[in-house]
Nanobody
Framework: QVQLVESGGDLVQPGGSLRLSCAAS????????MSWYRQAPVKERELVAT????????NYVDAVQGRFAISRDNAKNTVYLQMNSLKPEDTAVYYC???????????WGQGTQVTVSS
């Protein structure tokens, strides 16, 4: 019954911004390290950003450092990805991932499409 549902993907122009959301249910959200991954056509799925269980630490792939920000609201069981200064190479399906920090159980959302194009 664990479910991760992404939303917020859209078509935006280069330089624009989007905020993605991932709403989790059926799990103890604060026990999970949350991450955003993305996958472009014919490319491997790559880790974009990670946030620890209470938001104390974040990390980012170099390509988005300084442009993207991951955050979480444990009271709302939601993790966000704020994306600024978007580039065409950011175009991908973005996936939410939850990993139990102790048990290692992992769950994935269905993805949301982000397209950056003029």
């Amino acid at each position: 019954q664990v479910q991760l549902v992404e939303s917020g993907g859209d078509l935006v122009q280069p330089g624009g911004s989007l905020r993605l959301s991932c709403a989790a249910s059926g799990l103890t959200f604060s026990s999970y390290v949350m991450s955003w991954y993305r996958q472009a056509p014919v490319k491997e799925r790559e880790l974009v950003a990670t946030i620890t269980t209470y938001g104390g630490n974040t990390n980012y792939v170099d390509a988005v450092q300084g442009r993207f920000a991951i955050s979480r609201d444990n009271a709302k069981n939601t993790v966000y990805l704020q994306m600024n200064s978007l580039k065409p190479e950011d175009t991908a399906v973005y996936y939410c991932n939850a990993r139990h920090q102790i048990l290692g159980a992992t769950y994935w959302g269905q993805g949301t499409q982000v397209t950056v194009s003029s």
